[in-house]
């Protein structure tokens, strides 16, 4: 019997540790599209300690001041919101259609 699975396939460094993921291309561009997939820079910040919509902020070169105009607040409104660790999900939708990524990108 044949596996059918889509396989994926982890290249480690000399020392072993994984540093990269390679996975078929279909389930890439399958991910790609439903907004699945998280840049490595916004992973990184996030786990450094920042937030989602504050590592995506960051990701995106966007000043409090820049994403506060695109949702119509003011820097110290959007200030709070991206220092909640779980903000709302309609909070989230918002940041996320102004940031022009999927919702589900910032549900970490």
């Known amino acids: 019997m044949v596996d059918a699975s889509p396989r994926i396939q982890v290249i480690n460094d000399a020392a072993g540790k994984p540093v990269f993921v390679v996975i078929p291309y279909r389930q890439y561009l399958s991910q790609q599209s439903k907004g699945h997939l998280i840049p490595g820079g916004v992973v990184d910040l996030i ?6 919509i504050r590592a995506w902020r960051e990701y995106l070169n966007l000043t409090q001041r820049a994403a506060a105009e695109r949702l119509g607040i003011s820097q110290s409104a959007f200030a709070q919101q991206e220092s909640v660790k779980k903000p709302r999900r309609a909070t989230r939708a918002r940041i996320a259609k102004a940031f022009g990524i999927d919702v589900r990108q910032l549900e970490l």
């Open 47 to 52: 786990i450094e300690g920042l937030t989602p």
